[in-house]
């Protein structure tokens, strides 16, 4: 492309951008488009219609869009862009078939394509084709290693994925022999043992790695994270600790050394080591960046509450916040109304978040944090006109939605539905949101108890949003009720692992500590479901009794449609009220010697955690602080 072209190629991409092109429409898009061919050689016209296409498919016109972008990929078939565009389209739509179809066009015209070939191997394995997805990676059996290193990581972690151990393990071992200088292999592999729950054998290749690469900084962050885990004793672990540290300084970028001591920092204050963590934060200070200091005078912070420094804890985060920059400022706030609401200053963490709400519009987490205060707080009330005002700014955000939901149980099951219908047309995608519906199908006093519709919501809730822990511990209970087979539960637990979730309050309540792997806050959430089904079976088997009655079945059968409608955009007024039920309900049939229990105590899969939220001012101070902050972890 000559400099001219290139400058009216550069011009048309920009306007076509502007606000100026999306208010006037797609017809004034058109005659720039039109224009702009005039004005460039042939050979270049193919990413006119590639930027067309994109526009038609943010205005919803997909026929139009797909044409466009066939266009693209016949003007040139050679350019990658064109064809990953195009399936990424088709997927989104869920023409799966058409996808596989186009990448598989795609990868005929650009052989080898690192990106095409990663796109098709994970469409593959998300449609089941774990043979064809082989098959394509064997296509690479003669291409050069390190034309094709990234692609045959894929293929290992898509063994993991399918629960072949054994196979990816042979991969990673001809990946560390063959490629040895790429950090993500060393890297990837250690993850890989640690998922399999073999925390020496991480380690080892963890340590193999950094002889490779020592200046490779993922692997020292990964080697002190498992210290943790394969060191069980606490003098050994610190010592181990520090003289990895020291070694780490001298060879890591200077960029990360200030990383380093706070993780160093950390580790010293989990092990009652209060002084020496102080220094290691000292020591992240001189090392840090002016602009990132921030970070760690709030991790300082965290490590002080930890021990019931109070004031220590908050002259830190005084200080996070005179030197913050304006964009992180509303993250030390809300930092700082958690310490307000810990020592019992409701009012104070109030004012703190209605500043930040202010100043900070565009940062969704302050508005979250606003309602669950209220929620912490046992003001329900306010709860709800915390979470209506959050959607008013942020109405694509589905946590948002999530506790929307769960705050209308107070409602009524039918209030629920019909908020849980209307985030569907606006987050269809999330998985918080799909996770609540399942809640209240999973609710033995809801009117729409259903296992099957659970079943169903919870296999949206992994697909969409696989970090979300929630939705793998209430698919747990899903099966436990139903006594599924060994085998589904292995799969699911499988599932979770690949995924690792980071975030729920349910995951967070079963991670007790951050040490705990993926298969480890599994175990611990088995255990808790086991002892609280075991406490209200009879409960569960009076709700599924009552299920069975077919006046019942048609309400759940109803309220699943109305959620697929939802969906798919297929009701036409989202402000409509969910159907009722034609008949009312009949009551639950439990045991006179039942101790009290109400429907607010099953709103998500712990009795326990729940009344504990409802609880909080008769709670003491480290399952307060544990409710407050959840598994929140500073990270640098």
Same mark, same amino acid.
């Given at each position: 492309?000559?400099?001219?072209?290139?400058?009216?190629?550069?011009?048309?991409?920009?306007?076509?951008?502007?606000?100026?092109?999306?208010?006037?429409?797609?017809?004034?898009?058109?005659?720039?488009?039109?224009?702009? $061919?005039?004005?460039? =050689?042939?050979?270049?016209? #193919? &990413?006119?219609? @590639? +930027?067309? %296409?994109? !526009?038609?498919? *943010?205005?919803?016109?997909?026929?139009?869009?797909?044409?466009?972008?066939?266009?693209?990929?016949?003007?040139?078939?050679?350019?990658?862009?064109?064809?990953?565009?195009?399936?990424?389209?088709?997927?989104?739509?869920?023409?799966?078939?058409?996808?596989?179809?186009?990448?598989?066009?795609?990868?005929?015209?650009?052989?080898?394509?690192?990106?095409?070939?990663?796109?098709?191997?994970?469409?593959?394995?998300?449609?089941?084709?774990?043979?064809?997805?082989?098959?394509?990676?064997?296509? $690479?059996?003669?291409? =050069?290693?390190?034309?094709? #290193? &990234?692609?045959? @990581? +894929?293929? %290992?972690? !898509?063994?993991? *994925?399918?629960?072949?151990?054994?196979?990816?393990?042979?991969?990673?071992?001809?990946?560390?022999?063959?490629?040895?200088?790429?950090?993500?292999?060393?890297?990837?592999?250690?993850?890989?043992?640690?998922?399999?729950?073999?925390?020496?054998?991480?380690?080892?290749?963890?340590?193999?790695?950094?002889?490779?690469?020592?200046?490779?900084?993922?692997?020292?962050?990964?080697?002190?994270?498992?210290?943790?885990?394969?060191?069980?004793?606490?003098?050994?672990?610190?010592?181990?600790?520090?003289?990895?540290?020291?070694?780490?300084?001298?060879?890591?970028?200077?960029? @990360?050394?200030?990383?380093?001591?706070?993780?160093?920092?950390?580790?010293?204050?989990?092990?009652?080591?209060?002084?020496?963590?102080?220094?290691?934060?000292?020591?992240?200070?001189?090392?840090?960046?002016?602009?990132?200091?921030?970070?760690?005078?709030?991790?300082?912070?965290?490590?002080?509450?930890?021990?019931?420094?109070?004031?220590?804890?908050?002259?830190?985060?005084?200080?996070?916040?005179?030197?913050?920059?304006?964009?992180?400022?509303?993250?030390?706030?809300?930092?700082?109304?958690?310490?307000?609401?810990?020592?019992?200053?409701?009012?104070?963490?109030?004012?703190?978040?209605?500043?930040?709400?202010?100043?900070?519009?565009?940062?969704?987490?302050?508005?979250?944090?606003?309602?669950?205060?209220?929620?912490?707080?046992?003001?329900?009330?306010?709860?709800?006109?915390?979470?209506?005002?959050?959607?008013?700014?942020?109405?694509?955000?589905?946590?948002?939605?999530?506790?929307?939901?769960?705050?209308?149980?107070?409602?009524?099951?039918?209030?629920?539905?019909?908020?849980?219908?209307?985030?569907?047309?606006?987050?269809?995608?999330?998985?918080?949101?799909?996770?609540?519906?399942?809640?209240?199908?999973?609710?033995?006093?809801?009117?729409?108890?259903?296992?099957?519709?659970?079943?169903?919501?919870?296999?949206?809730?992994?697909?969409?949003?696989?970090?979300?822990?929630?939705?793998?511990?209430?698919?747990?209970?899903?099966?436990?009720?139903?006594?599924?087979?060994?085998?589904?539960?292995?799969?699911?637990?499988?599932?979770?692992?690949?995924?690792?979730?980071?975030?729920?309050?349910?995951?967070?309540?079963?991670?007790?500590?951050?040490?705990?792997?993926?298969?480890?806050?599994?175990?611990?959430?088995?255990?808790?479901?086991?002892?609280?089904?075991?406490?209200?079976?009879?409960?569960?088997?009076?709700?599924?009794?009552?299920?069975?009655?077919?006046?019942?079945?048609?309400?759940?059968?109803?309220?699943?449609?109305?959620?697929?409608?939802?969906?798919?955009?297929?009701?036409?007024?989202?402000?409509?009220?969910?159907?009722?039920?034609?008949?009312?309900?009949?009551?639950?049939?439990?045991?006179?010697?039942?101790?009290?229990?109400?429907?607010?105590?099953?709103?998500?899969?712990?009795?326990?955690?729940?009344?504990?939220?409802?609880?909080?001012?008769?709670?003491?101070?480290?399952?307060?602080?544990?409710?407050?902050?959840?598994?929140?972890?500073?990270?640098?």
């Amino acid at each position: 492309m000559s400099p001219r072209s290139r400058a009216v190629y550069k011009d048309f991409s920009h306007t076509l951008r502007s606000k100026e092109t999306q208010v006037r429409g797609a017809r004034y898009a058109q005659q720039l488009a039109e224009r702009c $061919l005039h004005d460039l =050689p042939e050979a270049v016209h #193919w &990413r006119v219609h @590639l +930027e067309m %296409a994109d !526009l038609a498919k *943010r205005e919803k016109s997909f026929g139009r869009a797909r044409q466009l972008y066939r266009m693209a990929t016949q003007l040139q078939p050679t350019a990658p862009q064109a064809w990953l565009e195009f399936a990424k389209m088709e997927e989104e739509r869920g023409h799966f078939s058409r996808c596989e179809k186009i990448l598989t066009l795609g990868l005929r015209h650009c052989p080898y394509h690192e990106a095409l070939m990663l796109k098709g191997i994970k469409h593959l394995e998300r449609m089941g084709e774990l043979r064809a997805a082989r098959s394509l990676l064997s296509q $690479l059996q003669y291409v =050069p290693v390190n034309q094709s #290193w &990234r692609t045959v @990581l +894929e293929g %290992a972690l !898509l063994e993991a *994925r399918a629960g072949e151990t054994a196979m990816a393990r042979r991969v990673f071992k001809f990946l560390l022999h063959a490629a040895p200088w790429y950090g993500p292999v060393w890297f990837e592999a250690c993850r890989f043992e640690q998922r399999c729950g073999h925390p020496q054998e991480a380690l080892r290749v963890a340590e193999e790695g950094l002889k490779q690469l020592p200046r490779y900084g993922p692997l020292w962050f990964s080697v002190m994270r498992l210290l943790e885990c394969a060191l069980p004793n606490r003098h050994e672990l610190v010592h181990a600790t520090r003289a990895h540290v020291e070694r780490g300084v001298r060879h890591i970028s200077k960029d @990360l050394v200030w990383k380093l001591w706070f993780e160093a920092a950390q580790v010293e204050e989990r092990n009652g080591n209060l002084a020496r963590s102080r220094s290691a934060y000292v020591k992240s200070v001189g090392a840090c960046a002016p602009n990132l200091r921030w970070k760690v005078w709030l991790g300082g912070a965290r490590s002080e509450l930890s021990y019931s420094r109070f004031d220590v804890s908050q002259a830190l985060l005084e200080r996070a916040l005179a030197e913050s920059p304006p964009k992180t400022r509303a993250i030390v706030m809300l930092e700082q109304s958690r310490l307000y609401e810990l020592r019992g200053d409701i009012e104070a963490a109030r004012g703190l978040l209605r500043s930040a709400r202010k100043s900070a519009r565009s940062e969704w987490k302050v508005f979250l944090e606003s309602v669950l205060l209220e929620m912490r707080s046992e003001a329900t009330s306010r709860a709800l006109r915390e979470a209506r005002r959050a959607l008013e700014v942020h109405r694509g955000t589905g946590r948002l939605w999530a506790v929307l939901i769960q705050l209308e149980q107070a409602s009524g099951v039918h209030h629920q539905l019909r908020v849980f219908q209307q985030a569907l047309l606006e987050v269809p995608k999330s998985g918080e949101v799909w996770c609540e519906g399942a809640r209240i199908c999973l609710n033995p006093f809801s009117d729409c108890f259903n296992l099957e519709a659970a079943h169903n919501f919870l296999d949206f809730a992994i697909e969409f949003t696989p970090q979300y822990g929630d939705s793998f511990i209430e698919y747990l209970r899903l099966m436990m009720l139903v006594g599924a087979p060994d085998a589904d539960v292995e799969r699911l637990w499988q599932l979770c692992i690949n995924a690792e979730p980071n975030y729920g309050t349910l995951w967070f309540h079963s991670k007790r500590t951050v040490l705990l792997t993926t298969r480890q806050v599994l175990e611990s959430a088995t255990e808790l479901l086991r002892r609280e089904l075991s406490e209200w079976r009879s409960v569960y088997d009076a709700a599924i009794a009552r299920a069975a009655r077919p006046d019942f079945r048609s309400t759940a059968l109803a309220a699943v449609t109305a959620a697929m409608l939802a969906r798919t955009g297929g009701s036409a007024d989202s402000d409509a009220p969910a159907a009722p039920a034609p008949l009312p309900p009949p009551p639950l049939n439990l045991p006179a010697s039942l101790p009290p229990v109400e429907a607010a105590d099953f709103v998500t899969g712990s009795v326990a955690l729940n009344r504990m939220h409802r609880q909080l001012g008769r709670l003491g101070l480290e399952e307060r602080r544990a409710l407050i902050y959840g598994g929140d972890m500073i990270v640098p």
